[in-house]
């Protein structure tokens, strides 16, 4: 089944099968987006978004609002697609920057999906 991806709004949303599922304004915990651990990264705007396997991902930029770094990351996960149907994450989901692999592998179970 084909699911249609798209940036709406200048960059202030991510449209799946032409409706609005994730919005910047959001506060995700993020790890590799600045020198913090876990930073708390405030999304300002999404620059791509891709699916990955079931994987949707977007490249973001934001500022933490821990160190105030400003930065574009990605690509993060927002959500999974499951038998054409679209289940983001909670934004409580910790998302990792692809140069956090190793804390990934280490920290977070493979394979979990949350829901807001």
Do not use: H, K, N
């Not at 987006?33 to 079931?54: H, K, P």
């Not at 499951?82 to 920290?107: M, N």
């Amino acid at each position: 089944m084909v699911v249609s991806l798209r940036i709406l709004d200048d960059g202030a949303w991510v449209s799946v099968d032409d409706e609005r599922r994730v919005s910047v304004s959001e506060l995700w915990p993020v790890v590799g987006a600045c020198d913090c651990a876990v930073s708390d990264f405030l999304v300002e705007g999404f620059t791509g978004v891709a699916v990955d396997g079931r994987t949707v991902g977007v490249e973001a930029y934001g500022t933490c609002v821990r160190c105030g770094e400003a930065t574009t990351v990605g690509p993060l996960a927002v959500g999974r697609v499951i038998r054409g149907s679209f289940y983001p994450l909670s934004t409580r989901t910790v998302r990792v920057a692809p140069s956090a692999d190793s804390y990934r592998q280490e920290y977070l179970p493979s394979g979990s999906r949350g829901e807001d």
